[in-house]
C-alpha cells in the first residue's frame, strides 16, 4: 500500500522528527511504503487549507490517486475545526485514499473508523474554543487589572512631529521616513487628526 505522511506542529520551536519516526516506524512494520511526506512546520491547525501548504499540497496528490493512505500522528494534526475535518475525510474518500491515525489507532477503511474519527473532531473543536476561552478570559482580566494590552501607544512628542510635519506639505511616506514610523501609523494620526 502505497502511504502518504501528514506531519504538522503549531509553532517554529517545536519539531515533526517525532512524529516522523513513529510513523515511519508503523509503515515498516505494516509494510506500507511512504511515497511522500508533506511537513507543516510552525503552522497552526486552526488555519485553513490555503494557509497550510504541505497540507493543500498532499489533498491535491489525494486527488490525483498518488496514494492510497494518509497517516498522520493524530487527529488535531489535522485540523481544529470540525468542518474542516469532515471535508478532509470527505475529499479523501472521494478520492478513494483512507487515513490512518496513530494516536487514535483509527482505520478509516472501516465505517466505524469513519464514525470515530468524526466524534474526535468534535472533541479537537472543543478544545480549541477552550483554549480561545482561556485566552479571552486571560485578556479581560489583565485589563481590569489596568493592563495595557496591544502596541504601546506612541509617544506624545512623535504623534506632535508628524502633525508639524504634515503642516510642511511633505507627503505621509515622507514623514514615515523622516520620524522611522510606519506609513500606516501617519495615516491613522493624520485620520484621526482630521475627524477631531
Do not use: C
Not at 5 to 19: A, C, E, P
Request: hydrophobic share 45%.
Amino acid at each position: 500500500m502505497k502511504v502518504a505522511m501528514y506531519l504538522r506542529v503549531s509553532t517554529d520551536g517545536q519539531t515533526t522528527d517525532n512524529q516522523r519516526l513513529e510513523l515511519k516506524r508503523v509503515a515498516a512494520a505494516r509494510g506500507w511504503q511512504v511515497v511522500h511526506v508533506y511537513d507543516d512546520n510552525g503552522v497552526s491547525g486552526a488555519k485553513g487549507r490555503e494557509y497550510r501548504k504541505a497540507f493543500d499540497a498532499l489533498l491535491k496528490a489525494a486527488t490525483r490517486r498518488e496514494f492510497d493512505m494518509v497517516a498522520a500522528w493524530s487527529v488535531d494534526r489535522l485540523g481544529r475545526s470540525l468542518g474542516d475535518l469532515v471535508s478532509f475525510l470527505n475529499e479523501l474518500r472521494g478520492a478513494g485514499v483512507d487515513l490512518y491515525l496513530h494516536q487514535q489507532a483509527l482505520d478509516t477503511s472501516t465505517p466505524a473508523g469513519r464514525a470515530l474519527f468524526q466524534m474526535m473532531g468534535i472533541f479537537a473543536e472543543f478544545e480549541r474554543a477552550m483554549i480561545v476561552e482561556r485566552v479571552r478570559a486571560g485578556m479581560s482580566r489583565a485589563r481590569a487589572d489596568g493592563k495595557h494590552l496591544g502596541r504601546p501607544a506612541l509617544p506624545e512628542a512623535v504623534r506632535n512631529a508628524v502633525i508639524e510635519a504634515s503642516k510642511t506639505g511633505a507627503s505621509q511616506r515622507a514623514i514615515a521616513r523622516q520620524l522611522s514610523i510606519g506609513d500606516a501609523t501617519v495615516r491613522r494620526l493624520l485620520a484621526a487628526r482630521r475627524a477631531a
